[in-house]
Each structure stands twice: as C-alpha cells, then as structure tokens.
C-alpha cells in the first residue's frame, strides 16, 4: 500500500501529460488528491496498530512510524484541500486572462510533482535519500513561485532557488559527517539508515557527530526558513500563486522540520542529553521569532507578512524540539499540525483576496466584510487564530510549548517567547484591520464570493482549527505520544 | 593508491584557485570542466580500486554518470545558457582577484586549523584529503558571494556540490549508491532549473546582476 502512495502523484503527473482538456486534469487532480487522503488514513491505522509500516522491496526503503505519520497526513490533507480550492483559483486566473490551458497544465504538473517529492521525504527510512527529496521539493516548486514570471516572481524564484539548493547543500556535508561518525560503527548496507543510527546511537563519534549537527541544522534550517537562513522565505510566499504558498507554508516547512527533529533525536540519544542541541535550537527559534516581531510591523504585503507569521511558528516548534521534554515535544508536534492548518486556511483566503482586489498591499485594500463576507470573516478569525488567541488550537499548542519551558524552571525564555508572541500579535492586528472595515470601494469589483469551491474549503478549515482548539481526539493524542516516544527513544 | 588520492585533491583545490581567478564567464566554464574531470579520475581511481578489492562495480558506475553530468553535459548547458546573456566578462567584483585569492588561502589555513582540532576526523590518513575537500566546499561558497552574475552563482553552486562529493568521497568512501545517483540527478535538475531562470532573469531586466534585486528587501 504504501508504494501505491507515491505511485498515485506520479500517476497524476502522467495523466496531466496526457489529458489536455481542463475538467479532466481539474477531476484527476482532485481524484488523485482524495485517494491519497485514503491511503494517508489507511497508513495511520496501520502505524497506530503495529508502530511501524516497513516493506523489504527495494532494500527495505520504505519506512513510516509514528512521527512520519504526522507530517504525512497534514501532507495529504492540505494536499486536498489545495487542490480543491486550485479549481475554482485557476478558473478564476483563466477568467482573468493571467493563465492559459498550457500552463494550467505546468501547474498541476509541478504540483504533483511536489507533492511526490514530499511523500518520499516523509517515507524513506534512508537520511541520504530524504535529503535528495528534500533537495528535489526545491526544485520542483521554484518554477511554480516565479509561475506568474513577472520581474518580482522571477527575482524571489531565483532567490529560492539559489539559497535553498546552497543551504540544503549545506545539509548534505552535515549528512556526510553523520555518515563518517558511524564508520566501523554500522555496517555499510545501513550506510545513513535511520533505525540503525538511532539504535547504535551511544557508538558515534562524538565530535563529528557535533559538526554534522550543526552543518544540518544551518543546511535543513534554510528550508525551514528559521533566522537568520530566512531571507528566501517571504519572497518566495508572497510571489507564489495563493495555492502554492498554502502547500509550501503548510507542507513544505514541516517537511524539512522533519528532517531536522530525525537528526536531533538521533544526536540527543548518542548523547545522552540535549544540552548541546538544546542550546542552538532555542537560540536560533528565539532569534526566528524576535525576526518576525520585528518585521511584522514593516510589512505593507499581506502575503509576506503572513510569511513572517511562518517564520515565527516555525521559530516556536524549534524551541519546542530544543527543550526535548515529552510535553515540549507534544506540543511542538502539535504545533505544527495546528499552523498547518491555520496558515493554509489563511493562505486561501488571501488567494481569495487577491482575486477580487488584485493587490497584494495592505493599504490598498478596504471594505472587505462588504466585498467579501465569508473570505473576511474567516480570515479575521484566522488573524486571531495564527497570533494564539484562544479558542482556536495554536493558542492550544502555545500554551502547551510555554508551560513545558516553565516546567524546565527556563523563565527568561518563557517569558520573552511570552513577550514576543505577545508583540506579533499586535504588529498583526494593527497592520492588518485596516483591511477589513471602510466604505470606500473600489470600482469595477462587486460584492460577492468568486471562488466557491475555495470558499467551501476554507470554512472547513476554520471549523477543523476551532474543533482542534477545543478538543484533541484521543487517536490523534495517542499518534502523537507515539512519535514523542520515537524521538525520545525508549 | 593513497598518493593518487592526495595529488588528485590538491589538484582539485588549485582548480577552485584557478577559478577564483577567473574574469570571464567562458572561464568559469573551462575551470569547472577541468575540476569535474578531476572528479572523474578520482572516481575512477576509487572505482577500480574497489572493482579489484571487493568486486564491486557501483563507483565505476557513478564515475561514468559524473562524466555524463559533470564533464559533458552541465558545461554544454551553461555555455548554451551564456551564449544567451548579454555579458561575457565580469567587471565589477565586490574585491578585486589577488584580494580573492588572499581569502582562499585564508579559508583553507581556517579549514585546516578547524579541522584538525576535531577529534575524530583528525585520525588516520584522510586527514588532508578532507581538509582539502572541505576547503573546495567554502572556496564554492566564497566565490557565489563574490560574483554578482547569475553563471557565477550557478558555478559556485557547483563548485559547493563538488566539494561536497568529494568530501563524501574521501571522509566515507562514498554514500550508498542510490543517495549518490539521486544527489547527482538533483544537481542536474538543478542546473537546468537555474540555467532556464538566468535567461529568463535576463529576458526581463538585461542584466543578470544578483544586487539589482533590490524590490524584495526587509
């Protein structure tokens, strides 16, 4: 079953070669999107009653626990949300004239192309080759952030391009390193496995091990977008079509994240403690998140600053992994799923926006609760949601993440991660209201939704992030303590 | 078999010196052509020797990718992709070459210095190759800052990409062969991805000069 998960994008890819007619590539795209989403559920009963999916095919390549799990299934969903809300976008930029079938076509190519290169990060058990399918999300998704190949799309795709492949290729001399460490250590059929590393942990050598962590960290944290490796990250956000931004704020970051908590519990476990680790990953989250306080205030984008927004939660799950209690690490898993969600759904909304308004500034745009009721509402409830105001599921995981700090009796970093927050969510609410309120319309806009499949889409969102911020099912908690237990070990 | 090895990697950083001190894009291309033949002899060096010793084919294999790739096809693709731009010649370098050159040395005598203070990587005899490599690495990442074109960035990334081949070559013996094939087919899509944008980047705004991004500040 799960090789049939990435047969289906690769499938998808060779079908939108084939189909040259639009409601065709428009059905397979979201035909292909809902099996993956049923492949996903059926990979998570099997994990959660067995702990592990392995396959000997192949060398025994593919490999899904717990933790794998997580990112997988927040993969797939987005996954269908975004290619549901895709239809209804791209007929509108046809519409428009800003698209033509040939390039419809490129668009859901590279789409599937990068949502395969996502499910192989996430389902190889080999370091090596996540790093190639790491590398090769880069790849594929460039050319959808330059999609609209307009000066500013061009400049941030290249910006993209050139900084991600040079720090994931920072990632592989750390890899290289981590290799070197467990010569003589493991054999060299399980060359860069990852069982096997984390299992002869306590045999690496030490101070290459250090080196690779910190080479990986700098090399994975570039694709995370974390301080001060970030630059790319608002650039490439706000260029990108509306859809593309929502895969990669709420895909493509988890992933590398990914990447980065298999190589600390590998490093934490040689080493006994997280002393080491713990120390550069809270600096680098604390400095990611002061990043975004500061430059949520200057923002006259909506799109970036939603980007800063990511930087900062991203910042928030690296202080999270640097703690290494359980409770940290939950709520730093669970942080994760709950951005997923809120930053996709508000990543949609802004597609929404910037259908009906054809801007991206904020000073631009005014009277929205009048020109769009539903998108308005919903992503003012997003705003609060995304700054952690309850009762919506960061505010949850926030909690969950300051209160473990407390508990490791760190209140200076407790209480500036308090302090910051606590600035980002005003910088959000003072820039960004003025959007919603005033009269002064512009012309040739009328009131009313465009994209109704998108509509649909992000309700749903914001009921799923209401619901998780009220309760989180006991599969999901189980599923979660799981992966807690695999990152820890024991 | 290890003196082969140590000539191969000091040949290998004075071809990132040479490159160092190239002014025109056609250089570039020549300098990164010699560097990944050299990479090439190296694989085929390790790839005999481990044909002879265990019987195994892999390097060899991956030797004839890197000469399909890094020999043949990259530097083609690049001088397609610089016939296309306007420019032939760097004229403004942030320092000026003897000052580039100055920061070379510095980074491999930092290199060595670093490294050889890391326990662990400081025993046995790879100890130079490694150092050697890792300076190839920085050396790559030295020249992206210090070209503002769009070909300079792109041979410095490939520069980066051949250090840290060669590192994984001299620290490890190699990768397993399956992450090797893929880091090479990833270089590839990735040329060719920065080799279509170039053009574009230049169809757009002329020039290809990386500091006129000025739009997509803070």
């Not at chain 2, 020797?49 to 020999?71: T, Y």
């Amino acid at each position: 079953m799960g090789f049939v998960l990435l047969a289906v994008p690769v499938i998808a890819v060779v079908l939108f070669f084939l189909l040259k007619k639009m409601q065709y590539q428009h059905a397979v795209s979201v035909t292909a999107s809902i099996i993956l989403v049923i492949l996903g559920a059926f990979l998570t009963r099997e994990v959660m009653l067995y702990g592990t999916v392995e396959y000997t095919a192949l060398g025994g390549i593919f490999y899904i626990d717990a933790l794998s799990i997580i990112v997988l299934d927040i993969v797939v969903i987005i996954g269908f949300l975004t290619s549901v809300y895709s239809i209804g976008y791209l007929e509108e930029e046809l519409r428009e004239g800003k698209l033509d079938q040939g390039r419809l076509r490129i668009y859901y190519i590279l789409m599937y192309a990068f949502i395969f290169t996502m499910l192989l990060a996430l389902t190889v058990k080999n370091i090596g080759i996540m790093w190639v399918a790491i590398e090769a999300t880069t790849l594929s998704s460039a050319f959808l952030v330059g999609f609209y190949n307009g000066k500013d799309a061009i400049d941030a795709a290249w910006k993209y391009i050139i900084i991600c492949s040079v720090g994931i290729g920072i990632a592989l001399l750390g890899i290289i390193f981590l290799q070197f460490s467990s010569i003589g250590v493991v054999e060299s059929s399980q060359f860069l496995d990852w069982t096997a590393l984390f299992n002869n942990a306590a045999d690496l050598k030490g101070p290459t091990l250090r080196l690779s962590f910190i080479f990986i960290l700098v090399g994975f944290g570039t694709k995370v977008g974390l301080a001060p490796m970030h630059t790319w990250l608002p650039d490439a956000h706000s260029q990108a079509p509306s859809p593309i931004s929502t895969l990669m704020s709420g895909v493509l970051l988890n992933g590398a994240m990914y990447g980065i908590i298999r190589i600390v519990a590998i490093i934490n476990h040689s080493f006994g403690n997280s002393i080491f680790v713990g120390r550069i990953m809270v600096t680098v989250g604390v400095l990611s998140v002061a990043t975004a306080a500061v430059f949520v205030f200057t923002q006259k984008d909506y799109k970036r600053m939603l980007a800063y927004s990511s930087i900062e939660h991203m910042g928030i799950i690296a202080i999270a992994i640097g703690f290494f209690t359980p409770l940290s690490i939950f709520g730093g898993l669970l942080h994760m799923i709950n951005h997923s969600f809120t930053k996709s759904m508000l990543f949609l909304s802004t597609g929404n926006i910037l259908q009906k308004y054809n801007t991206k500034e904020i000073s631009k745009i005014r009277g929205m609760f009048k020109l769009l009721p539903v998108t308005a509402t919903v992503f003012l409830l997003g705003l609060f949601a995304i700054g952690g105001a309850p009762p919506f599921s960061v505010f949850t995981s926030e909690l969950l993440v300051i209160s473990s700090i407390f508990q490791e009796n760190n209140f200076l970093v407790g209480g500036l991660l308090i302090l910051l927050i606590a600035i980002i969510f005003t910088g959000i609410v003072v820039t960004m209201f003025k959007m919603f309120y005033g009269n002064e319309i512009p012309r040739e806009t009328s009131p009313g939704e465009g994209n109704i499949p998108g509509v649909v889409t992000i309700v749903g969102l914001l009921v799923i992030i209401t619901a998780m911020g009220l309760y989180i099912p006991g599969e999901l908690k189980g599923l979660i303590e799981n992966a807690v237990k695999i990152i820890i070990g024991g | 078999m290890s003196n082969y090895l140590d000539a191969l990697s000091v040949l290998l950083l004075i071809s990132a010196f040479v490159l160092m001190g190239n002014k025109r894009t056609n250089a570039y291309i020549k300098s990164f052509k010699m560097q990944s033949i050299l990479i090439a002899i190296l694989t085929g060096v390790m790839g005999i020797n481990s044909l002879l010793k265990d019987g195994h084919v892999d390097m060899l294999v991956v030797c004839a990718v890197v000469i399909g790739i890094k020999v043949i096809y990259i530097p083609y693709l690049l001088n397609k992709t610089c016939k296309n731009v306007a420019y032939r010649v760097e004229k403004d370098f942030y320092f000026n070459i003897p000052i580039l050159i100055l920061g070379c040395c510095f980074i491999v005598v930092f290199t060595y210095f670093s490294l050889s203070t890391t326990t662990g990587i400081n025993s046995g005899n790879i100890n130079m190759q490694v150092i050697n490599s890792v300076s190839l690495i920085l050396i790559g990442l030295f020249f992206m800052i210090s070209r503002k074109k769009a070909i300079g960035l792109i041979i410095g990334f490939l520069v980066i990409e051949n250090g840290i081949f060669v590192t994984a070559l001299f620290a490890t013996q190699g990768m397993p062969f399956i992450v090797d094939m893929g880091i090479l087919m990833d270089i590839l899509v990735a040329v060719i991805i920065m080799g279509m944008m170039a053009f574009r980047i230049d169809e757009k705004f002329v020039s290809t000069d990386g500091n006129k991004i000025k739009d997509l500040r803070g």
